[in-house]
């Protein structure tokens, strides 16, 4: 009798019998539960994922995971429950457009908002995430964003969704890729449709999709081995126009920062990094900094009977400043909160990265080491030497020492910017072995010194610079 009243409400003889399984058997995997419905997992997965969405089985976040349901007079009760939702609230917008209430209305926006209650799903295995995926660009009318970290570009060229974003970007969706390329990956982009429009991010390792502003797929598990099957993948659906006008902020903040494809690629096909510099040129507050050169900081607070002499005498001292500020000292741009030395440290941290970058062949640390400081000398810009005492470092000797006048170029923040940024570049935070920066003895051959400390190591108990 339950078998045939959940029937009438709309659910399969498949999606019935599992909730009379779940119901009496709860937290069950869903291969046992395929084993029990004697049918394959994937068809178990699908009457899941239906039912999931209807609100009457849940699952963990346990791997596998465990699924549960509503018995099964709680289950109907939900779906008549459901259903009398829906066509109440059929009923009530069918009165309202009857009476002519237009969609502005605060009951109508009420009843609207109960319709659009987010909704949420896990999908499991990676061939039931790009299926979704593949439905999504079929759905999709303006807008497409995919976020495929470093190998999402293999899995998604493996999947029939390929041919699904294709399709949809000749339609004209707008259909937008942010990915980690890789040498080994790169190739696999022109499977994209011309229009598509890719983009390259370092600090992109996540994957997920976008659709038009209304429904997101964030992955929560992806398998380490990039070529394998995805087994073990798992992604959250959710379907909720507030979170997906969150995650569309947050994607277009890692889009404007992001580089263009063919210029993150020059890094694999020239052996160059072309990716734009963009620099910090000072902080805080660049009015006050003005206001402050200028000479203007006491304004009165009131109204003042209008004085010519004062007026014109303000003026002279403003149109002084001014010109003391056009004689073209380095010091001036500092007054107006323009900091070099921070500029040209980025400089030859960029430097530094792409002297990394051309060197990255090589394997052994202290050959690398060698060409970095042959390189080095050869430039012209001073001597690197090693050092044991009381770590293994690289000592630092400039061509350009630094100087305490303020109108003077400071090439020492260059110059000891690439150094800093091929090490750190090289020996990067998270790997085995640490780069610390500390002062030298202030001679003009020994001004730095850069411990390269391995992560089971005793750091030295010296201050830093």
Not at 83 to 93: S, V
Not at 153 to 165: F, P, V
Not at 245 to 261: G, H, P, R, S, Y
Request: net charge negative.
């Amino acid at each position: 009798m339950w078998e045939q009243l959940l029937n009438e409400a709309g659910l399969t003889d498949r999606e019935v019998r599992s909730i009379m399984v779940l119901g009496n058997n709860p937290n069950m995997r869903a291969s046992e539960l395929a084993k029990e419905l004697q049918t394959t997992r994937l068809d178990a997965y699908n009457s899941l994922s239906r039912l999931q969405e209807m609100g009457i089985v849940t699952a963990t976040a346990d791997r596998p995971m465990l699924f549960s349901s509503l018995r099964v007079d709680e289950a109907l009760q939900h779906i008549i429950e459901m259903r009398r939702r829906q066509l109440d609230n059929l009923q009530e917008g069918f009165d309202e457009v009857a009476k002519g209430i237009t969609e502005n209305n605060a009951s109508f926006e009420a009843s609207r908002r109960q319709r659009d209650e987010p909704r949420f799903a896990v999908l499991k295995e990676r061939s039931h995430i790009y299926k979704r995926l593949e439905k999504m660009a079929n759905d999709a009318e303006e807008r497409l964003v995919l976020l495929l970290g470093r190998y999402g570009i293999l899995h998604l060229c493996r999947s029939e969704a390929l041919d699904s974003i294709n399709t949809a970007a000749q339609k004209g969706v707008v259909v937008q890729v942010i990915a980690q390329l890789d040498r080994r990956t790169t190739r696999f982009f022109e499977k994209l449709h011309d229009s598509i429009e890719i983009k390259h991010s370092d600090d992109l390792d996540s994957q997920g999709f976008l659709q038009d502003c209304t429904h997101v797929v964030q992955f929560l598990n992806i398998e380490e081995n990039p070529v394998g099957r995805g087994k073990e993948d798992a992604a959250l659906v959710i379907e909720s126009q507030p979170f997906a006008k969150a995650q569309e902020n947050l994607i277009d903040t890692i889009w404007e920062d992001a580089v263009q494809f063919a210029t993150a690629e020059a890094r694999f096909t020239k052996g160059r990094i072309h990716d734009p510099l963009r620099l910090t040129i000072g902080e805080g507050s660049f009015l006050d900094s003005l206001v402050g050169a200028l000479g203007v900081n006491d304004l009165p607070e009131h109204d003042t009977p209008f004085d010519p002499e004062a007026f014109m005498a303000a003026g002279k001292e403003v149109n002084q400043a001014r010109q003391e500020l056009t004689k073209g000292r380095l010091s001036n741009l500092k007054i107006l909160g323009i900091d070099l030395s921070r500029m040209l440290r980025q400089v030859g941290n960029r430097v530094g990265h792409e002297l990394a970058f051309s060197l990255r062949s090589i394997e052994n640390h202290v050959e690398f080491l060698d060409e970095m400081m042959d390189w080095w000398e050869y430039a012209g810009l001073g001597r690197l030497e090693y050092g044991i005492d009381p770590v293994f470092h690289v000592q630092v000797g400039l061509d350009h020492p630094p100087s305490d006048d303020p109108d003077v170029l400071p090439m020492w923040e260059l110059d000891d910017g690439i150094i800093e940024g091929a090490l750190m570049t090289r020996f990067p935070r998270d790997g085995q072995v640490s780069i610390r920066r500390f002062d030298g003895t202030g001679e003009s051959d020994d001004l730095w010194r850069y411990h390269i400390i391995m992560n089971n190591e005793e750091e030295p108990a010296e201050s830093t610079a």
